[in-house]
């Protein structure tokens, strides 16, 4: 099992970004596929999910409304609109099996690598 993410990058503040998480060895439609991020220097923190179950998209936090998750095929896609610094950090995605949504890193069973995001002001 294995998940690819890619599409981080630099981008001013205001502008967007899709970032993108390819699967292997498991059908992500079966899954709830969320994005983590980390800040240099700071814990990992929830971004956004999108359940097995269907549903759209949940975030909170300082994302909510700016960001969306798509599925297409084997791929799931965090978009990023209105981009500001404070959202500048290393993302992740994340895949679960098991039923019932989580924003808690420590329930999600395969990671991707992370892609470097950077905001600039």
């Known amino acids: ?10 981008v001013q503040a ?13 059908v992500l439609n079966y899954y709830t596929v ?6 240099s220097g700071k814990e990992r923190e929830f971004v956004a999910l999108d359940s097995w179950r269907g549903g759209g998209t949940f975030s909170d936090g300082s994302v909510e409304g700016r960001v969306i998750i798509f599925r297409d095929k084997n791929m799931a896609s ?3 609109n209105n981009l500001r610094p404070e959202d500048t ?10 039923s019932g949504d989580t924003s808690s890193s420590r329930d999600y069973d395969y990671w991707g690598q992370g892609t470097q995001v950077t905001v600039s002001s």
């Open 1 to 10: 099992v294995q998940l690819q993410a890619s599409g981080g990058g630099l």
């Open 14 to 26: 205001g502008g967007s970004l899709r970032l993108s998480c390819a699967a292997s060895g498991l």
């Open 34 to 39: 969320a994005w983590f991020r980390q800040p």
């Open 78 to 80: 965090l978009q990023m």
């Open 89 to 98: 950090a290393v993302y992740y995605c994340a895949a679960r099996r098991s």
